[in-house]
């Protein structure tokens, strides 16, 4: 059983689609995190939310989307990607003392 | 800027054999370390954290880090291998929640 989930596991989807991918967390964190994991490159950190305002970007393209309604769910949404963006896509929280982030299992994305 | 570096990207070692995986960091200030283990198809769980209570940190599963402030190191250590071991283990660094850096992670495989 894990604190953080995510969904979909798996996800297949063309270079025009539009997808999001969902992660809620149980364990009353007040921080989440989306985190991208390529083959051979260190953790990639996206996005940090914290108190539901976004605090770090990271340079990421803008075909990426984040969203975080409140501090138990985030969203990953998805737009026009390249085939380069195919990774695995972490979720993450944390709660203020102690720093340490608990993580989801991810979701594999794959653009075709 | 603080940043971790992992000696060795894949580490190979008998079952029963001792387990050596080396972490040393940079960082300004003192820092929050931790180590990360992933299974294959799986996110990153957390096996220990060291924030300054005590130098020598006991974890999940066995494994153990030790904190040393003039080498600027936290190996994790195992004293004897199970296969279940085998999996890729990542250090991480922080000084406060937004700014965790991973290293490149160590893939660990035991031998029969």
């Known amino acids: 059983e894990t604190g953080v989930t995510q969904t979909p596991r798996h996800l297949v989807m063309g270079m025009t689609n539009k997808k999001s991918l969902k992660c809620e967390q149980h364990?009353?964190?007040?921080?989440m995190y989306w985190y991208k994991q390529s083959a051979k490159k260190p953790l990639e950190l996206m996005f940090v939310y914290s108190l539901e305002e976004r605090v770090e970007n990271n340079s990421v393209p803008s075909r990426f989307s984040p969203e975080c309604p409140n501090s138990s769910h985030l969203f990953l949404h998805l737009h026009t990607l390249q085939p380069e963006d195919s990774a695995l896509y972490l979720c993450?929280?944390?709660?203020?003392?102690?720093?340490?982030?608990?993580f989801g299992e991810g979701s594999w994305l794959t653009v075709v | 800027a603080q940043s971790v570096t992992q000696l060795g990207s894949h580490v190979s070692v008998s079952e029963g054999a001792l387990v050596l995986l080396r972490c040393n960091y940079s960082?300004?200030?003192?820092?929050?370390l931790f180590w990360y283990v992933q299974y294959p198809n799986q996110g990153l769980q957390l096996l220990l954290k060291?924030?300054?209570?005590?130098?020598l940190v006991k974890g999940i599963n066995g494994f153990e880090a030790e904190f040393k402030k003039s080498e600027t190191s936290f190996h994790l250590t195992k004293p004897s291998a199970h296969m279940s071991d085998a999996a890729e283990y990542f250090c991480a660094v922080t000084r406060g929640r937004d700014d965790m850096r991973f290293g490149a992670g160590t893939r660990l495989t035991v031998k029969p």
């Open positions: 364990l009353g964190h007040n921080a």
């Open positions: 960082s300004s200030v003192p820092p929050y």
């Open positions: 060291y924030t300054s209570a005590a130098t």
């Open positions: 993450a929280s944390s709660q203020g003392s102690g720093y340490t982030i608990y």
